[in-house]
Structure formats: structure tokens, C-alpha cells
């Protein structure tokens, strides 16, 4: 009995120490991880466009929601917000450049897109939690010129959300 009580209190003491472990310090930030824009093969980081303002959204494919919300972003683009850049981030593991690029041509959409890194990925599950993946509930990051940034609510945002939020910055 004194055994079973011993091992037992061993692996307790090996499960509660696991719980103590921090994840590791990532070695870029990830404002500062190389994406790949799928239209024009350019590579280009977040913090290039330091000073601007910046829709950052994540996105799926397949995604009803996701493609309401980039028409209303394509709203938001066509009337030429100075000072704006816009990325979005396929947070679909299974979605390819090819798949991408067909539905950006299909749509009109002319901003940056690319693919989330798996790095980037676990980067922002550690920032925001699992909603910044979660493509049905449209998830937008707004960068302020001065480098501010946070998490719009969830939900689609009308053109005149999103305008609010950029002159908001």
C-alpha cells in the first residue's frame, strides 16, 4: 500500500510540475515573421509597414463569413483609406497557394495575402487564443501608426466599423 501511495504521489508531483512550464520565448516576435505575399511572390514582414495603419485579418477559403468580411473590406479598399495596408492570413492548414490565388482572383480582392507560418501561428494562439484562428468569427487585428494594436470585436464589421476603427487609431 505504502507503494502504490508513493508512486502516486511521484506522478503527481511529475503532472504538477508540468503545469509550471512556460512556453518558450519565441526568437521573432510575430510582427517580424516572413510571409510570402501570394500574388506577387514579394516577402514582407508586418513590422515593414511600421508608422501605418494595418487591417490584419485571418481567413479561410471555404469560409461564408470570412467572405462577407473581406467584401466589406473591399469596400474599405476601393475608397483609398491613405495610409492603410491590408493582409490577410489563411489560417487553414490545408489551404494552398493555388487555392488562394484562385479565390482572390474570383473576388477581386487586390491586398497582401499569404499563409500563416506555423511559427506565426502558434504565435498568435499565444497572443489572442484560439479566436484569432477561428475564421468564422472574422477576426481583425488593427495596427495603430504607432504601433499599437489590438483585437476588433468578433463578428462581421461593416465598411463604416471598420472606417471607424482605422480613424479611430
Excluded: R
Excluded at 34 to 40: C, Q
Excluded at 52 to 65: D, G, H, M, Y
Excluded at 80 to 89: A, C, D, H, M, T
Excluded at 129 to 138: K, S, Y
Aim: hydrophobic share 35%; net charge negative; glycine share 6%.
Amino acid at each position: 500500500m505504502k507503494t502504490i501511495i508513493s508512486v502516486s504521489f511521484m506522478l503527481l508531483l511529475v503532472v504538477l510540475s508540468g503545469c509550471n512550464v512556460k512556453p518558450e520565448k519565441p526568437s521573432v516576435h510575430w510582427t517580424n515573421i516572413e510571409l510570402k505575399d501570394i500574388n506577387s511572390g514579394e516577402i514582407y514582414k508586418l513590422s515593414d509597414y511600421k508608422g501605418k495603419k494595418i487591417l490584419f485579418e485571418t481567413f479561410s477559403v471555404w469560409c461564408v463569413n470570412c467572405k462577407n468580411q473581406q467584401d466589406k473590406i473591399k469596400e474599405l479598399n476601393d475608397d483609398g483609406v491613405e495610409n492603410l495596408v491590408i493582409v490577410s492570413l489563411s489560417s487553414d492548414p490545408n489551404e494552398d497557394e493555388e487555392a488562394i490565388k484562385k479565390y482572390i482572383n474570383e473576388n477581386g480582392y487586390t491586398w497582401h495575402y499569404s499563409i500563416a507560418p506555423k511559427e506565426l501561428t502558434e504565435q498568435l494562439m499565444q497572443e489572442f487564443g484560439f479566436v484569432i484562428l477561428n475564421a468564422a468569427n472574422t477576426p481583425i487585428v488593427l495596427f495603430c501608426e504607432d504601433g499599437s494594436y489590438s483585437l476588433l470585436p468578433d463578428g462581421l464589421k461593416g465598411k463604416e466599423d471598420l472606417l471607424n476603427a482605422v480613424n479611430s487609431c
